[in-house]
């Protein structure tokens, strides 16, 4: 794992927003992996500022996001898809076709999850996947023993998560329980893998993921199996490194 420490919050998002628009100026056709939560919002703001400036065309970018909770409508401001509704999609010229948000809410789970890995395939696979990190170690939605060999599929969200994501609701019980999210194998296949971690919080985890071989315990440490990862702390998530 490459490990690039920035100074702050700020120089992170920075940091990764233009690592996003690079990789789009490259490849216009390029398809990324999204994720959502506190960590990537400045990351969003920096990204819209950008297209703002003229500096990047999402017209061809595709995008998939990691994961959905279930039991929320599209239109429920905590779902993910108003996320990225509020965060990215309705400021710049991404084209609605082309954004993927895993669909919560059919009656058959076993066949959006097969669809949703497909139409990953379909659009050649994830060029450029951005990662947050869970104070337990998930990624996406994959909490500790999850394997390296899931793909999409419906999960039971951990009681950390729950209470970490209980920040963003009225109350503990509004939380949805479960969550529909790409596996760790998906997430493996990107060609290149950027995951973001900023604050105290997250030292404690990122010096965990560094210090052990990849385990289910700690679902982040499969990213050693991958030979193109990046990990953008700020000094404050790098704290606990040596
Ligand atoms: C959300 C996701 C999660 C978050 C993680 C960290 O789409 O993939 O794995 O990245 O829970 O969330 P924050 O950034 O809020 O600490």
Redesign the pocket.
């Given at each position: 794992m490459n490990i690039v420490i920035t100074d702050d919050y700020s120089s992170l998002s920075t940091y990764v927003a233009k690592q996003i628009v690079t990789t789009i100026k490259n490849n216009k056709h390029t398809v990324l992996g999204l994720?959502?939560?506190?960590?990537?919002e400045g990351m969003y703001k920096e990204l819209v500022k950008m297209y703002n400036h003229g500096e990047v065309d999402f017209s061809s970018v595709k995008t998939f996001?990691?994961?959905e909770y279930i039991g929320l409508s599209k239109e429920h401001s905590q779902s993910?898809y108003y996320y990225m509704k509020r965060n990215l999609f309705n400021h710049v010229n991404l084209k609605r076709e082309n954004v993927h948000v895993p669909y919560s809410n059919t009656k058959n789970m076993q066949v959006t999850c097969e669809e949703y890995e497909r139409e990953i395939d379909y659009a050649g696979g994830i060029d450029l996947m951005i990662?947050?990190?869970?104070?337990n170690g998930?990624?996406?939605?994959n909490e500790p023993g999850s394997s390296a060999t899931d793909t999409t599929r419906i999960v039971d969200l951990d009681e950390s998560?729950i209470v970490?994501?209980s920040r963003y609701f009225s109350s503990l019980k509004d939380v949805p329980k479960k969550g529909i999210?790409i596996g760790i194998k998906t997430i493996l296949k990107s060609k290149k893998i950027i995951l973001i971690a900023?604050g105290l919080n997250?030292s404690q985890i990122i010096s965990e993921v560094l210090e052990n071989e990849p385990t289910s315990k700690i679902p982040a440490t499969y990213l050693k199996l991958h030979p193109n990862v990046q990990l953008v702390l700020d000094k404050d998530a790098s704290s606990n490194l040596d």
């Open positions: 994720p959502t939560g506190g960590t990537p996001n990691l994961d993910y990662l947050g990190i869970g104070l998930h990624i996406g939605f998560t970490a994501n999210t900023s997250k």
